[in-house]
C-alpha cells in the first residue's frame, strides 16, 4: 500500500512530459487510508523495536499558547498521558507498563486510537497554568490558535486565588467558540 502511495506521490512531483493518468490514480487514493497506513508502518516498527511510538501519529498536537506564538509544541510520553489523564480517561502517566502496552503496540494504538475519535473536544484549560501546551485535535486551523491563545491570555490575567471562580477555568466545553473549533462538524 505504502509503495502504491509512494508511486502516486513520484508521479506528481518528478514531472513527465507524457499522460495525466496520475491524477486519476490520486483520485483513486482515499487520503485517510494513507494517514492510517502510514500511522500502522510506524507504530509496527516500534512495536518491533520494543520502543514507543510517538503519539502524534493519532493526528493530535500540543499548541503552545504564549502571547507570541502558537505553534507545536512536542512533549514526552508522559506528558501525553496527563493529557489523556485531563481528557477524562484513566491513564497511569508513570506507568511504563502502561505506556509500553497502549503506546508500544499496535493493538494499543488502535484502543488510544479510537478513544481519542470519540472526543468532541481538545484538552482543558486550566486556569493555575495558562501557558501549559495543551493538546488539541484541530491544531492546524488559524482560528483553534487564535483562541487557545485568547483563552491563555485571559486566564493569566487572572487574580490569584480566582481562577476557580472563572467559568471557563476547569472546561473549556463553557466556551462555545472552543467547542465548535474543537468538534468534528468545524473541521
Known amino acids: 500500500m505504502i509503495t502504491e502511495f509512494h508511486g502516486a506521490r513520484d508521479d506528481l512531483t518528478h514531472p513527465k512530459k507524457h499522460g495525466y493518468d496520475a491524477y486519476s490514480r490520486l483520485n483513486g487514493i482515499d487520503p485517510m487510508t494513507v494517514i492510517d497506513s502510514t500511522a500502522e508502518y510506524v507504530v509496527r516498527f516500534h512495536e518491533e523495536k ?50 509500553d502496552q497502549y503506546l508500544g503496540t499496535y493493538e494499543g494504538y488502535l484502543i488510544v486510537k479510537q478513544a481519542l475519535d470519540s472526543l468532541d473536544r481538545c484538552e482543558p484549560k486550566f486556569g493555575q497554568f495558562p501557558y501549559k501546551p495543551i493538546l488539541c485535535r484541530r491544531w492546524w486551523m488559524p482560528n483553534h490558535k487564535q483562541v487557545v491563545v485568547m483563552l491563555a491570555k485571559r486566564q493569566s490575567t487572572l487574580p490569584v486565588g480566582m481562577e476557580k471562580e472563572n467559568k471557563r477555568d476547569a472546561k473549556q466545553t463553557d466556551c462555545p467558540s472552543f467547542v465548535h473549533l474543537c468538534t468534528p462538524d468545524a473541521a
Open 50 to 99: 520494543q520502543t514507543r511510538y510517538p503519539y502524534w501519529l493519532f493526528g493530535w498536537n500540543y499548541l503552545n499558547p504564549q502571547p507570541d506564538s502558537c505553534a507545536i509544541f512536542v512533549v514526552n510520553s508522559d506528558a501525553f498521558c496527563w493529557s489523556l489523564q485531563g481528557l477524562g480517561f484513566r491513564v497511569s502517566p508513570g506507568d511504563d507498563r502502561w505506556q
